[in-house]
Each structure stands twice: as C-alpha cells, then as structure tokens.
C-alpha cells in the first residue's frame, strides 16, 4: 500500500501526540523525566576530587650515623633511600557559594594537608575534574573537621570554568520518604547518578567528622569515592554531603553500597560555610568549649537515677577543667562514687538540662549547641543541682591543645 505524503504526517503527528498523551498520563514517567532534568541542571556542577600524595622515602637508618651502620647494611642504604609510589584517591565535590569554591567532605583530601592546618604537605596536589573536561588546580580554603567538611579554592588565583552554577542549599530538612538523588565519582566513574529516598534522618554514625552529627540515611546507592558529593532533592537542591556508608565486603574485598548511605544535612553545612570561606582548620583543639567532661544521665540505670534523684534526660558533669570557662561560672564536677556491682559510678553534682532556654537531652546536642558558638561568646546553662535548678552564664573559650 503507498500512502501520501501528507497522510504520513498525519501518522507521524498522531504517533507523537499518543507518546505525549502517555507521558503525561504516567507518573512513573513523569519522575523519570525529573531526575533527567536534576542530573542536566545539577551534573555540570558536581565535580571528581583528585588527590595525589607523593611517595616518602622509608630509611630506617636515616637518623643513625654512617659510621653506626654495621658494614653488612651498609650496601643496603641505596634500596632504602627509593621513595614509595604516590598514592592517589579520589572523592566528589560540588560548587558553592559567592565567589565559588569547591565544597567536599574532609577526610577526602585530609592525607594531602599537613596535619591540623589547611596547607598541602610537600609533594602533595588537588584537583577537580569537570563534567566538561575542564581540570582546575585547587588548594583548600577551610577546613571544619568537627562535620568532616572542606571548602575547595582554585590555586593560584585560577578560576573555575565560566557558566558553572553554584548550588543551592537546601534551607528546609527534608521528610523521611521523599526522593533523593546522589551525583558523584563513585570508583572513577565521574558523573554517576543514583536515586532513592531520605531513609531515616538523624542517624549516628561513629568516625564521621569528630563529633557526633544527626546525618541524612538515604538507601540511593553510595559507593567509595561518593564522599563529597551531593544529595539532591526533587527540585535540584542539596540536602546533604555524601559522607559514609555502611560498606557491604565483596570476595575480592572491594566495598560496595548495601543501600545504607549516609550525609551531613545541608542545615549543618549553612551554619558553617561563611566560616569555611574565611579560612583556617576548625577542630575540637581550636574550638572554644565549656571545658567539662560529661555523660548522658540516660546511660545510668534506672534504679541509680532514682536512687541520686537524677533527671532522666540530660546530661551529667563528671570534670571541670582547672581554670575552665565552667569552673570560672562555677559549675561543679563529680565529687564522689557509687559502687555498684563492683563497677565505680561517679555521682554527678550538676546536670546540664537546658543550654540558652532549650532542653539538652544529651552530649550530642550539648556539643552542637556549644560548638555552634564562637570564643567569647556567653551561652546560659541551666544545671539541676540536688533539689535545685540553678542557671549560669558561661563565657566559652578555646583551651590550647597542649594543656
């Protein structure tokens, strides 16, 4: 049969307007259609992190003398002197902020800095790779170890590729539930995306930064070398920094994604990314603090709780430091034990209950509301002491590592 031409337009507008029709008409379709449009507005900002560490030379005699060195060594010194292979790693990061930078997760470029400081060691180089081709020499401009975050700068006061968007952060906290989108280099493969949904939130996971941070789960599929990069909302906002997994070991021992993947939440990274882009090493060490060593009133048992008439929320004084923002408002450590089933059970003078009118349920919410302030600032801890409710003004401030 020979049609003419213009009944084979008439087909041809027909067959396109039934695959609209179909489109519009299925929802799976229509989320597919969302994390296209996601991944090409967002992928050319998601960038691959590359580290490169040069090898050291291993001596074990290079602080010995020659003339110490028994005879029969001695023709070995030349084989010692060799350096190791560089090591390389990789990780993911993306644009943010005004002028731009490169926002990754810290342990992704931590074996490249000298330790406790923002500069790379000798020998040592960071780049980032575009989905463009483009590859940027970077330093690091801030580091905040506490959340395991890092801000990226081009070296050498180099740019970044121009059109490249920088992404927005998201300001609401997600809903357990609702899609999330992961865009990285998981293993070297550069512009990987993967979805899921946000899992759980306010998850603890040990190891992740240096305290502990109520993280994103998500079950979209987070792989080694994801760590930096975002996750993504419907609407192409980051809601979080992939940041750990929960690993699942093949035979060969390589480490894959079990569908538990974790990020710090981007309402963490708001609060401390004016502070990255000023620069310097944030850590417990250089972090002003009450000066206390303290312990979840939850942890003791029940019957001990009613025994000291202690809250069951909260958050016990065990130690003040000596000459401490606490010691100077007068708050007070443990000053005596319980024996309790032959296990010593310091008895806490003062429970930390509110911090500045809000409740304190435990040390991970002390920590964050404490490190959340700057060195001289005044926080109002409320303690109940024995029958009492006592409020203090504690003025915080940095306690140098050596003491």
Known sequence: MITHPIWRISISLAAALLTALTLAQNPFLDDERNTVE???????????????????????????PEDQIPPLFRDFIPQFNQPEAPQQGSGSGFVVGQPQGILTNYHVVESALESGTTALRDGASISVSFPSGDEVAMEVQGVNALYDLALL??????????????????????????????????FGFESTVTTGIVSALGRSLPGVGEIDIPLIQTDAAINPGNSGGPLL??????IGVNTAIIPAIGLNGQRGSLGIGFAVPSATVNTVLEELSSGGFVSVQTRARLGVAVRNVASYPEAVRNRLGLPDRGVAILQVEPGGAAEEAGLRGSQFALDLNGMTVPIPEDVIVEVDGEPIRNTSELQRRVFAKS????????????SETVTVDVVLRVVPQEE
């Open 375 to 386: 060195e001289g600032d005044t926080v109002s801890v409320t303690v109940r002491r024995g």
């Open 233 to 238: 909302n419907s609407s192409g906002e980051v």
């Open 38 to 64: 996601v991944a090409s507005t967002v992928g050319p900002s998601v960038v691959a992190v590359n580290v490169e560490v040069e090898g050291r030379v291993t001596n074990p005699f290079e602080n010995i």
């Open 153 to 186: 700068r081009p070296a050498d006061d180099g740019t970044l590729p121009a059109g490249v968007a920088s992404l927005t952060l998201a300001e609401d906290d997600p809903l357990v539930g609702q899609k999330a989108i992961a865009i990285g280099n998981p």
